[in-house]
C-alpha cells in the first residue's frame, strides 16, 4: 500500500483548515445536497465531501457510509490533494497503490473512487468532494464534468456557510475534540450537551435583548409498529431521515438538536409566539414530502413515516432559568399532539 503522500505546504494548509472553523461541525444542508446529487449523478453507492485533518479524514457530509472518519495514511483523498485534479480509480483491485489498502480489502470495500480536490479562499486544497462504489466502474466523461462542476459548488457553500454567531462562538472555543463530545455521531448534529450549551448561551442573549426564544420538540410517530414491521436496524435510518428534513427546513441560526432516540429539540431565537405553529408546520410539511425510509430490493416497499411536535414560547426574561420547564412543556404538547 502507498500511503497518503504529505503535501510540501501542510503545515500552512493545516493551519488554513483550523482557521475555517469546519472540522467536527454539524453537518450542513446545502453541503448534503450536493453530496446527494453527487451519489445520484453517478449512481454510485457512497458521497462524500471529506476535509484532510492532521491525522484523518473527516467527512462534513456523507451519503451511503456511516463511518464519521478515517486515518489520514490510507486516505484516497489524501492522494487526490497533492494531485491537486480530478484523481480517478475505476478499479483499487487492479491498482498497486490501493490493491491492499484497508479501505480496500475492509469495509467500506472500495473498488471504484473518484475525487476532486476542494480548494479554500486561501488557496489551500482542503479536502475532496468524492463518490465511491464497492463494485469497478467506468466512469462517463460527462459524469466526470459533472462531479468537477459540483466540487466548485461545494467550494462556495463551504466557503458562505451561515451558522448562527452562537454556534460559531462554541465551536470556536473548542478543539475538535471538544466539539465532537458535543456532537451526534449519528446525526451530524449537536447532541443533548451541545443543545444545552447553546441553550443556555442563547438564552442569555434572549434576556440581554428582551427577544423571544421558540422551541419544538419533534419525534416520529409509531416507531414500535414500524420497527416491528420493517426490523429495529431501521431506527438508526428514521433518525438519521428525521435529521436530514429538520436541517433543510430551519434557519441557519437554529440550533438543532438530538435529544434521544427519535426526539429532536429545535431552538429558534427571535421567533415570536404568533410564527411557533408556522414554524412546526414548515417541520411536519418536510416530514410529509420526504418522509420515506428505503429498504433493501428483497424487502418490503419503502415506508412513509410521520412525526408530531410540541412547540412553546419562552418569555426572554425567564430563558434564563427556563430549559427544563421549557422543555417539559414543549414534550408535553408533543404527546398531546400525538394522540
Given at each position: 500500500m502507498m500511503p497518503a503522500p504529505i503535501p510540501t505546504d501542510d503545515a500552512e494548509r493545516l493551519q488554513s483548515l483550523k482557521a475555517m472553523n469546519i472540522l467536527s461541525s454539524p453537518a450542513d444542508a446545502a453541503l448534503d445536497s450536493v453530496t446527494r446529487l453527487a451519489q445520484r449523478i453517478s449512481g454510485l453507492q457512497i458521497a462524500?465531501?471529506?476535509?484532510?485533518?492532521?491525522?484523518?479524514?473527516?467527512?462534513?457530509s456523507r451519503v451511503g457510509l456511516q463511518a464519521s472518519e478515517t486515518p489520514r495514511d490510507i486516505s484516497f483523498c489524501g492522494h487526490v490533494i497533492c494531485h491537486k485534479d480530478l484523481f480517478v480509480i475505476p478499479d483499487a483491485l487492479e491498482d498497486t497503490r490501493f490493491a491492499d489498502n484497508p479501505l480496500v480489502t475492509g469495509p467500506p470495500f472500495i473498488r471504484c473512487y473518484v475525487g476532486m480536490p476542494l480548494r479554500n479562499t486561501d488557496g489551500y486544497f482542503i479536502g475532496t468532494l468524492c463518490i465511491i462504489d464497492?463494485?469497478?466502474?467506468?466512469?462517463?466523461?460527462?459524469?466526470?464534468?459533472?462531479?468537477?462542476?459540483?466540487?466548485?459548488?461545494?467550494?462556495?457553500?463551504?466557503?458562505?456557510?451561515?451558522?448562527?454567531?452562537?454556534?460559531?462562538?462554541?465551536?470556536?472555543?473548542?478543539?475538535?475534540?471538544?466539539?465532537?463530545?458535543?456532537?451526534c455521531p449519528l446525526t451530524q448534529m449537536w447532541n443533548r450537551r451541545g443543545f444545552d450549551a447553546l441553550y443556555h448561551r442563547e438564552a442569555l442573549k434572549a434576556a440581554r435583548d428582551d427577544r423571544p426564544l421558540g422551541l419544538a420538540v419533534v419525534d416520529i410517530d409509531h416507531v414500535r409498529q414500524i420497527t416491528a414491521t420493517h426490523g429495529t436496524e431501521i431506527g438508526g435510518q428514521l433518525t438519521r431521515t428525521l435529521a436530514d428534513i429538520l436541517r433543510r427546513n430551519a434557519r441557519s441560526y437554529d440550533v438543532v438538536a438530538w435529544v434521544e432516540d427519535t426526539t429532536f429539540a429545535v431552538l429558534m431565537p427571535g421567533v415570536s409566539p404568533d410564527d411557533l405553529e408556522r414554524a412546526g408546520d414548515k417541520v411536519l410539511q418536510g416530514v410529509r414530502d420526504d418522509g420515506r425510509i428505503p429498504v433493501s430490493d428483497d424487502g418490503p416497499p419503502p415506508h412513509r413515516f410521520t412525526c408530531s411536535a410540541g412547540v412553546v414560547s419562552i418569555e426572554s426574561q425567564a430563558a434564563p432559568r427556563g430549559q427544563e420547564e421549557a422543555l417539559r412543556r414543549a414534550t408535553d404538547a408533543l404527546r398531546w399532539s400525538m394522540m
Open positions: 462524500l465531501i471529506s476535509l484532510v485533518d492532521v491525522n484523518r479524514q473527516w467527512f462534513l464497492p463494485q469497478p466502474q467506468k466512469m462517463g466523461w460527462d459524469t466526470l464534468t459533472t462531479l468537477k462542476d459540483l466540487a466548485k459548488l461545494a467550494e462556495v457553500v463551504v466557503e458562505n456557510r451561515r451558522l448562527g454567531e452562537t454556534q460559531r462562538q462554541v465551536l470556536a472555543s473548542l478543539d475538535e475534540t471538544g466539539r465532537e463530545a458535543l456532537l
